[in-house]
């Protein structure tokens, strides 16, 4: 694995997963393998989940870690080629990621959408400079349009959570939000779910389609009713519009997940990948309920990010 | 010990101090008693000595740290529960604790008074929900009304500097400030004295007496000079009014404490849990004085959180 | 060597060059150095490179790091002796760093000039508390007139980059900015540049020539094209007005380099101690060009580091 930036850097999605679970079994099984090693945390935007378990995993594997809040710590940084910069950006972001380049022998990178211009957005405006100028592997702790190790996690937890002979019905569904929210995570957890051996399917309100790019062949279903009916994992997630993009269409009817609507499912398992607005997204109920698999999926965090880390440290020390 | 929140949770304190004492004299005797295990420093407000003496009482055991700034890095909290969470607050501390359940051995938290309700103060609105939700140890790095590692170090201190074969008077005397400032230094040190075999007595001017709850039967003098008199040890530290929570009635006096005040002690050794307000709380020539015990006070600081966190570690591993 | 903060703190240039390029070759050497070691990062100010590359030199040597963002982290700074602390400062530096010296083997601080009080620049108001209150060695991570561990670094990289059996030509030449910035990497390179075997002079406009006493000897060229002719380095950065302090006197001249300037070179290596502004101070082309050894001087701020500390660490292992 050279970068690990979504479904399509990984070879092999269940030996990633088992590899993964066996990590979780043992995560202490090869504490010296990242030794002499670096990665730099760089975070462009806020972070819990990430930041912590990022961490973990790196030190699980003995790699000095290195964490930049990029915009406290540092400098307020350029993002336009060719721009001159007389204004008040201190720092390219181009000669940001060359110096981690000397320090890092792997640069893993939280850069969110900016939710201003659609282009630079879908076109992965940050992630794609570090792709384009880091001489080391690149990992993104969630860029514009993915949350890859999120989606991982979410791969685990539902293989974890899996033990009948048949495909399990895994629903994607949006809920209700008081702010545009980015597409990352449900054009992620769409890839990830095209992968697995899952019917899945999404849900959510007219307007809110998902970039076509990432749904494809995917069912979309605008009634939220019919598509949790006999749900094994119910996914909930808000997103803005993608078509207009960060608009908020009106929505008439409620698509907050409570308990009534979780009866429409096959006793389905609720998943989110946190922080969630609670009694917005989802109920209190759900949250707390025993349907919910949503702390488990956090602690997944830590064995989807030393997975990647180890298959990238696998590919670096192969070549030293 | 399973949570380490005020003295209470304390089973012999001479024993923990005679602990922390042998610590001193070696901190690194134990270099692995912590290793494989993680500690969350959670950083819900500002932090200098409680943020640098942690991290060092923990790698002195070998533990892993991840330290969080809660507001900058990670989200913007909400504490009630069961509200629709539709505002600008983006995590519920209840989930950001249960995820924490999933990536740290010990929790420990420093979560300030708001200053905004007295209700809400007086009941740990914040630790409360630490304690009620964490599935680990929980260790207050200072809350509304405690700061329990201070006031460890501080009988630690008490203790390295007293050899007469008398119990020494120890005075907890008020100081001017010029914001309100919270009785969680004040409370808990009294609470802490109060198990200590010393004579000790709380001056503070009127208006400012401490919560009933915390000075039960110690003697509360509104005379600083007369409580001076003889002391062996000055704690001197600001808060504002229990009763009229937050409020500052006008003092008339000048409680600052100065040369000339502490000619009135036994030579007393004057104590400070810093940051200290210069020429306010204490003059220059105290807290720079011969009198002064305060960077030693600091230096404790260490090997207070050095026993809890060994402690809490005794009981994790006796159950490993 | 007791601190670290100019070129006046080594003993000898040639000796520690070599021993930073030893270093480069092997960084891990010596990972034990520094056991039970304690290095305290102070940042008053934002940092990348000496951020991160100051955490992997004690790394490398095995000592513990604590990393400080004071402003962000722990409290508001006074800086004025005597002064009634009556306002928005909540502690004093004084007892900031008597407590860092009850914590840390070693202190590092970052503190920018206030740009605000020519004298209190000049007089290094903050790094000389540090000097004057520390009981343990001072590393200066840049101060309001130096930026030693750069100077170092920029030595390391002329070192590596002339091998010819000549004294090379370095010029030292200033570009336009949009903000008035510190002389500090200006009057430390200088210095440097006086104990090195190398012609040096610096180019700069009228009305922007640096402290006398940091340019002492050295030719000052208000020309920057007969400045550059025949350099076989070029150090650009910006600096605003020494004489009328933070003024930034009009220039009718394009001081930026470009390729076209940089023709007027012996095919000159470009030097920066970054963060640059692109376009402003360096043109795209030269930044990203053949000549330029950017990069390699922020690679060198690692090995800079770790033998300032891997000396420091000597002293103070001697001492034990």
Redesign the interface.
């Known amino acids: 694995m050279k970068n690990f930036t979504s479904v399509y850097d990984i070879d092999n999605l269940q030996e990633i997963i088992a590899k993964a679970l066996k990590i979780k079994e043992n995560p202490?099984e090869n504490p010296t393998k990242g030794k002499?090693k670096?990665i730099?945390l760089v975070?462009l935007n806020?972070?819990?989940?990430t930041?912590?378990?990022s961490?973990?995993a790196a030190?699980n594997l003995g790699l000095?870690v290195?964490t930049?809040?990029?915009a406290?710590?540092?400098?307020n940084l350029?993002f336009a080629d060719?721009?001159?910069?007389?204004?008040d950006t201190?720092?390219?972001i181009k000669?940001?990621i060359?110096?981690?380049?000397?320090?890092c022998d792997i640069i893993a990178v939280r850069c969110f959408a900016g939710m201003k211009n659609k282009a630079d957005d879908v076109n992965e405006s940050i992630l794609s400079q570090f792709l384009k100028h880091a001489k080391v592997p690149v990992i993104s702790l969630e860029s514009a349009t993915r949350h890859p190790l999120q989606s991982l996690a979410d791969c685990i937890t539902i293989t974890e959570n899996w033990t009948e002979n048949r495909k399990p019905k895994v629903v994607l569904t949006w809920a209700p939000h008081?702010k545009p929210i980015a597409q990352a995570v449900g054009n992620s957890f769409t890839e990830w779910m095209q992968q697995m051996d899952v019917d899945f399917v999404i849900a959510n309100p007219e307007g809110y389609d998902l970039d076509k790019n990432f749904t494809k062949d995917t069912k979309v279903i605008h009634n939220q009713d019919e598509a949790l009916k006999d749900a094994d994992f119910v996914y909930v997630k808000n997103w803005s519009s993608f078509e207009d993009y960060t608009a908020m269409p009106k929505v008439d009817e409620n698509w907050m997940l409570s308990n009534e609507k979780l009866e429409l499912t096959n006793n389905g398992k609720v998943m989110h990948c946190?922080?969630?607005?609670?009694?917005?997204e989802l109920s209190?109920e759900v949250?707390d309920g025993e349907n919910s698999i949503?702390?488990q999926q956090?602690?997944n965090r830590?064995f989807s990010a030393q997975a990647v880390f180890s298959e990238i440290l696998d590919e670096i020390n192969s070549k030293d």
């Open positions: 202490l002499g670096t730099g975070f806020s972070s819990l989940r930041r912590l378990s961490q973990i030190q000095n290195l930049l809040n990029a406290q710590e540092a400098w350029e060719g721009t001159v910069m007389n204004s201190v720092e390219h000669d940001a060359e110096v981690l380049n000397q320090y008081i946190l922080p969630v607005r609670r009694n917005l209190d949250v949503i702390y956090a602690k830590i």
